[in-house]
């Protein structure tokens, strides 16, 4: 899946757009599962998905599903970069689900960000719960930086924040507050936000 797109691969971004779409539809059938009922099998043995392995895995399909403006990146080979503001809840869960992974030809790589100005070279941003007291500073911040916010709290895109990570009864699903992505010339797949529930923002 292509999350940046050219002229020239109009085609081939078709297929593996579709190809992409379906992954995550899979991702979210196995959602339909609460998460302490996710197995995944690994050297002979079951082994439990931590619920931010699922969340990590989540965060790398939004951006595979957006596009961000070429300034974005500091150049044509730089980095995605996914970074965590505030207290870390992935433990090494997001690094272990990015690991190897490459969005449009980028590598993806993670970093826990320590300050607002540093958030700002980041192409995605999780933001931590611990956090949520912070939110309208954080966004004020980033107005001018083309940066998709993630969160798994309450109240995120009423706030102002792009993409969160919601539990409906057993399953894990999203909101998008599209507005939002918008105006920091975001765009967000049509396939991505027709899967996400609808937003009181």
Request: hydrophobic residues 40%; aromatic residues 8%.
């Amino acid at each position: 899946m292509r999350a940046l797109y050219s002229k020239s691969d109009t085609t081939r971004t078709g297929r593996s757009e579709r190809h992409g779409l379906r992954s995550f539809v899979i991702l979210i059938g196995c959602l339909g599962v609460m998460w302490v009922g996710c197995l995944v099998k690994g050297q002979g043995q079951e082994s439990q998905v931590s619920e931010y392995k699922i969340k990590a895995a989540f965060v790398l399909n939004f951006a595979r599903f957006a596009e961000w403006p070429p300034a974005s990146f500091a150049a044509e080979d730089s980095p995605l970069t996914i970074g965590v503001f505030g207290k870390n809840p992935f433990g090494g869960d997001l690094e272990e689900v990015m690991r190897n992974k490459t969005i449009s030809d980028r590598a993806v790589v993670t970093k826990e960000i320590k300050s607002l100005a540093e958030a700002t070279n980041c192409q995605v941003l999780f933001i931590s719960s611990s956090e949520k007291k912070r939110l309208a500073e954080i966004f004020e911040r980033l107005q001018s930086a083309s940066v998709l916010t993630v969160a798994d709290m309450d109240g995120f895109t009423e706030a102002g924040g792009m993409i969160n990570i919601v539990r409906e009864g057993t399953k894990f699903r999203f909101q998008i507050n599209n507005d939002a992505a918008k105006k920091a010339n975001l765009k967000l797949s049509s396939k991505l936000l027709s899967l996400a529930l609808p937003s009181s923002h």
